[in-house]
């Protein structure tokens, strides 16, 4: 037997060689001590102490390189390290394109920096930024149309985020993270020269820290106030036990809002001290700084059309140790540009008790309408933000304009929850969205809120399910103030969408027109390749930006220029209109090597006739017939109508591109990946029910025609998923004897841990505890007899996929003799970022799987390949 340190894992083959080592500082840095033992004739013979010191040298190194970062093969390492394609930002006055270069792996050493957890955010104290959030490296500014590239000169080591263009489109703002705090920059898009505002310190913790004010020279801006002082200190000693109390009314909340939350009265001093901020304009072209009221804990900030009047959220206690901020109490007010109230919206209460899939009661959703010089628009709860309520009508929408006197007009009662309000640019023109739950149904009407006796026509009613007739989005313009609304013309409005199809997703561009809902369709994606719409040009001209790629062809940006004779000819679903195309940016492949990756959309049926679909990656020079081992990557979704769960989603004729701990990899490494649709239908309030039968059918159908397409060996096939997937899989090997081994990442394995909700079960424990018992795999852990790696991020931020289920789980396995490892990845939250994790973790998923699915022998006898456990 071995007694090691927590840290220390010793190959079992030693144990039948040294018998009995006491090693319990070995690979923790520090000396050990070591005695070797044997019996002989049930007698303990001491071995001498500098032999046990080698034995223990040589476990420690064991140990060491068991615990260093690992790296996956070199043809992963080459797609891992490949330049990252940059992402793009279409100015408002349609004359530049930013090109905005992502850091996508950041080294290890920067989740390692300090974090704290207040209240949902998650802060580095340094700083005062988000820990390890999404930064940019470089910058380049592209001109349309003739296209000369101007590179934003920039120190080294720049950390951008927050990007907000002028509407005028001749500024560009950030900020930038450095090592005591957060920066403003500013751009001159005509010559691409940044600018440091001198002595500016962003505090981006609550939101909404940098936004333009209507003259657009002017930017409102979230301070760390000056002379803040030294953080609060951690006592040394309580002042007492921390306590929390129920009245004993019933008020379940979800699981998912217990993210990050104080924990004790020194978090909610930390909160108070790095969540406080003073409001200021910002003169960018003198760099002086006016202040704006009082330092405050402020959220949402937002200035008036008109400028004249500030939107301010204000949180204050008493704080909740169940939610995160958003539930907080908070006043609502409209401040003058002296930051005098003459206003006060609301004055909302701790929202800590309100109903799963509810809404707090009183004022929420408040903002300005973009077309009025100081108009407020908010939503109401008209069913005490109770879905379960029966009601005629859900919400009402409300409004009241400067100078914020007398009653609030209602614009509008909604029959279900109300989603949202769409201001056009003109003509009073609203569109607002509401929403049932029960039938996963959404609609939209169109208003005049400046006429109310214009009746509201119903402008869509569908399945939020139904890809295939989802009519798009409408297409926004930024108003020469700063706000947005849907681009007007005439009578009609244009929508993007993504027309997905029985071939797969094809984009289009569509226009519609209000006063005889007719819809025009302008452009749509051909059938070898995927193009997006962008955003508009010139609409007179009919010249767009586009987004265009194909399996052979990297991304790039294109210039597409309707042409105004229409199509002679127009077969259904296809634009009206041809449309030529000219290439504007030359972005290099980064890896060409996966354009010989081919891809395949391949349909079938489950047992019960549920049409599904999964796309097929086999590796570069694959020859047809070959049986491959495969692995099946997939994703569960709920659906309570058959007819649209099987809909085709995704696209086969995007162009390879593999970043992350992807499945993808696998097909460097000579495995088939199929990533079939994986629905479960039934009623939103019973569908969990038949969660593992569906699972199981949908796998098996997956599993057969794959097979039948002599793709794939029977015989090594592995299933992996993240979160949602990774309980897919450990129910799939409890379940079922389809596959050989499985990897489960950042999932959850027990139900009881998160009793109000998971997923979409909206149930409580105490109101379907059979459900939540057989859809935790820790409870049939023992039927989970093939190989199963878990890995996890230390930091999970999702209350729903705390580290502990994956621990609970890797315990009751071995426990119960399975094959079992455990990974768990430091300083990771639910996706893993790290440039270290990334490639460990891919290290990891590759190894398992060339062991136990690759590497498989035949199984003995006849298999049951649709085992199903009770």
């Known amino acids: ?45 001491t071995v001498p102490s500098p032999v046990a010191l080698g034995i223990c040298l040589l476990l420690a190194a064991t140990t060491s390189a068991e615990l260093a970062y690992q790296k996956p093969p070199k043809a992963v390492l080459d797609v891992l390290n490949a330049p990252t394609p940059p992402l793009a930002s279409l100015s408002p006055s349609h004359d530049a394109l930013l090109l905005i270069s992502p850091v996508r792996y950041p080294p290890i050493s920067d989740l390692a920096q300090p974090m704290l957890r207040l209240a949902g955010a998650r802060i580095n104290p340094n700083t005062n930024a988000e820990h390890n959030g999404p930064h940019f490296s470089a910058l380049l500014v592209k001109r349309i149309p003739d296209g000369p590239e101007m590179p934003v000169e920039l120190p080294a080591g720049m950390k951008m985020s927050a990007f907000r263009w002028s509407a005028d489109g001749k500024l560009l703002a950030f900020t930038n993270v450095i090592a005591n705090g957060v920066e403003l920059w500013v751009v001159d898009a005509a010559t691409a020269k940044a600018r440091r505002m001198e002595s500016i310190r962003i505090n981006p913790m609550l939101e909404s820290s940098i936004n333009w004010m209507p003259d657009q020279k002017t930017l409102l801006v979230k301070l760390v106030p000056p002379g803040r002082g030294a953080p609060p200190p951690a006592p040394v000693v309580p002042n007492g036990p921390n306590i929390q109390q129920s009245s004993g009314e019933a008020g379940p909340s979800s699981t998912y809002e217990a993210r990050d939350v104080l924990k004790d009265p020194h978090d909610e001093e930390l909160f108070i001290y790095y969540g406080t901020s003073q409001l200021a304009l910002v003169d960018t072209a ?64 701790l929202s800590d008790q309100v109903p799963i899939n509810g809404v707090p009661t009183g004022a929420r959703d408040y903002h300005w309408r973009p077309t009025r010089p100081a108009t407020l628009v908010w939503a109401e709860a008209l069913d005490g933000g109770d879905p379960k309520k029966k009601v005629p009508h859900r919400d009402r929408i409300l409004t009241l304009k400067s100078p914020f006197t007398g009653a609030p007009a209602e614009l509008f009662k909604t029959q279900e929850r109300f989603t949202g309000a769409q201001f056009g640019e003109a003509g009073g023109l609203v569109l607002i969205t509401d929403y049932d739950r029960d039938r996963r149904w959404t609609r939209t009407f169109a208003l005049n809120a400046d006429d109310q006796t214009v009746a509201p026509r119903l402008i869509w009613d569908r399945s939020v399910s139904d890809r295939y007739n989802d009519p798009g989005h409408p297409v926004y313009r930024r108003l020469p103030n700063g706000p947005s609304a849907i681009q007007q013309d005439g009578d009609s409005i244009y929508l993007s969408g993504m027309g997905s199809s029985p071939d797969g997703d094809r984009p289009f561009l569509d226009r519609l027109n209000l006063a005889t809902l007719k819809t025009e369709r302008l452009f749509r994606c051909d059938k070898t390749s995927y193009e997006i719409f962008i955003g508009w040009i010139d609409s007179t001209a009919g010249m767009f930006l586009t987004k265009r790629e194909s399996p052979a062809m990297t991304p790039n940006f294109y210039l597409r220029t309707l042409d105004r004779r ?9 634009a009206s209109l041809s449309s030529t195309l000219r290439p504007f940016t030359k972005i290099p492949d980064p890896t060409p090597q996966l354009r010989r990756i081919t891809q395949q959309l391949v349909k079938y049926k489950r047992a019960d006739g549920v049409e599904l679909s999964f796309t097929l990656y086999l590796p570069a020079g694959y020859k047809k017939g070959t049986r491959l081992p495969t692995v099946v990557w997939a994703y569960p979704l709920d659906y309570n109508d058959a007819r649209v769960a099987g809909q085709v989603s995704g696209s086969p004729r995007h162009a390879m591109s593999i970043v992350g701990p992807s499945y993808l990899f696998f097909v460097l490494d000579g495995y088939a990946v199929i990533d079939p649709t994986m629905p479960v239908v039934g009623h939103p309030e019973t569908a969990y029910d038949t969660f593992i039968e569906q699972l199981v059918a949908n796998a098996k159908a997956a599993v057969d025609k794959a097979v039948e397409m002599q793709v794939t060996d029977r015989e090594r096939v592995g299933v992996m998923g993240h979160s949602h997937g990774a309980l897919m899989t450990a129910t799939l090997l409890g379940h079922s004897d389809l596959f050989r081994a499985g990897v489960a990442r950042s999932g959850a394995y027990n139900h009881v841990m998160r009793p109000f909700g998971f997923q979409n079960e909206r149930r409580t424990l105490w109101e379907a505890q059979e459900t939540y018992v057989k859809l935790s795999p820790v409870v049939y852990a023992n039927k989970i007899n093939k190989p199963l790696l878990l890995i996890h991020g230390e930091a999970d931020v999702n209350p729903g996929t705390v580290p502990l289920q994956s621990e609970r789980l890797y315990q009751a396995i071995r426990g119960t003799g399975g094959t079992v490892r455990l990974v768990m990845l430091p300083f990771e939250s639910h996706g893993y970022s790290a440039r270290e994790s990334t490639e460990h973790t891919l290290w990891e998923m590759l190894s398992w799987f060339d062991k136990y699915v690759k590497k498989a022998a035949p199984r003995n006898g006849p298999q049951k390949l649709t085992r199903v456990v009770p």
């Open 286 to 349: 003198t760099s002086n700084v006016s202040p704006v009221g009082k330092p405050g804990l402020y959220q949402l900030v937002s200035a008036s059309p008109d400028g004249q009047n500030f939107l301010v959220e204000t949180i204050h206690r008493p704080f909740s140790y169940l939610t995160a901020a958003t539930r907080f109490p908070r006043e609502v007010e409209v401040w003058n540009r002296k930051g005098e109230i003459v206003h006060k919206l609301a004055s909302l209460p």
């Open 1 to 45: 037997m071995l007694k090691c340190g927590p840290r220390c894992h010793i190959a079992t083959v030693l144990v039948n060689v040294i018998g009995e080592v006491d090693c319990g500082a070995i690979g923790r840095g520090v000396a050990c001590r070591a005695i070797m033992k044997t019996r002989s004739r049930s007698k303990l013979l």
């Open 566 to 574: 229409p199509v002679k000819q127009v077969e259904p679903g296809e």
